[in-house]
């Protein structure tokens, strides 16, 4: 039976074939040619692997002696020679006929993690306002692959975001130690943080009074919470305004806790947010 996960590709349907369809999945091309003996020991291993993998990449084959053109688009200068291609860019690439232990070590660092589809499709359904579905969703992925850290950290999310800290913590912690390093996940460590800090604080309008009636330690206190409070608002400029004046008056307060929120808070926001750049100017200023 034919190799449905198999094609031919040449000049003239490359761009739908390999380009197009990277988008959707990743797609491997193997440059060969007929008179090539390394090529014909890694072809087979190569669709073995394309049918095996029930459709996870497709294989395209080009021969390059029929496509010189193509050849040269990509820089090919020995055969075989293999390129994996995601959203339309060559992201790898071999030369040579590997054994098949070593192809399926490339294929592992090209493809997508086991659990990923149910990731991207509960993704969609939080863009469209399903959260139970996409919880669901990233649960199932999680029973597939318990390693796939990009699910734990939706999934952390979607529970911090319904108030359960806890289980966002324990998503965190079941992490791998290097990808808890990641930006995206201190930003949640920041957040989670943050709602802990004011579990049990005042409302905004008597944390405003007691800024306004108190001052040392008492006052940076009520500063520190309110501007809390109003960053998990989304009220995230008036929240540094009320940072920057921690540094500029309680430097001592909690350790230049003034200072430390707001680096966190940039974290938080990302380095492309609008703000972010505009207090760190006011930061600067703030200290020196």
Not at 31 to 56: I, N, Q, S
Not at 85 to 100: C, H, K, M, Q, S
Not at 135 to 163: F, K, M, T, W, Y
């Amino acid at each position: 039976m034919a190799n449905t996960h198999v094609i031919e590709v040449n000049l003239g349907n490359f761009a739908e074939a390999v380009v197009a369809e990277s988008h959707r999945r990743p797609v491997l091309v193997d440059f060969w040619a007929p008179w090539c003996g390394p090529c014909r020991a890694l072809g087979p291993v190569l669709e073995k692997l394309a049918d095996e993998m029930g459709g996870a990449f497709l294989l395209a084959k080009i021969n390059s002696d029929e496509n010189p053109d193509l050849s040269r688009r990509y820089s090919v200068r020995g055969i075989p020679a293999v390129k994996a291609f995601r959203n339309g860019n060559v992201i790898d690439e071999f030369t040579g006929a590997l054994p098949e232990s070593a192809v399926r070590q490339f294929l592992s660092k090209v493809l997508p993690p086991p659990g990923d589809e149910l990731r991207v499709t509960a993704l969609q359904a939080l863009a469209q306002g399903r959260e139970e579905e996409a919880e669901s969703l990233l649960q199932q992925a999680l029973e597939i692959a318990p390693h796939n850290d990009e699910v734990r950290l939706e999934l952390a999310r979607i529970l911090l975001g319904r108030g359960d800290h806890l289980g966002a913590q324990k998503q965190i912690e079941a992490m791998s130690p290097g990808f808890q390093m990641n930006e995206p996940v201190e930003a949640l460590r920041a957040q989670l943080e943050f709602s802990a800090a004011i579990e049990d604080a005042p409302s905004l309008a008597e944390l405003e009074q007691a800024i306004q009636q108190h001052s040392g330690d008492e006052r940076a206190k009520a500063l520190y919470q309110h501007a809390l409070r109003l960053l998990l608002q989304g009220q995230e400029q008036a929240a540094m305004d009320d940072l920057i004046n921690m540094v500029q008056k309680h430097r001592s307060y909690g350790d230049d806790l003034g200072r430390k929120t707001l680096l966190k808070v940039f974290l938080l926001l990302g380095k492309d947010h609008p703000l972010v750049n505009e207090y760190r100017s006011k930061l600067a200023r703030a200290l020196y």
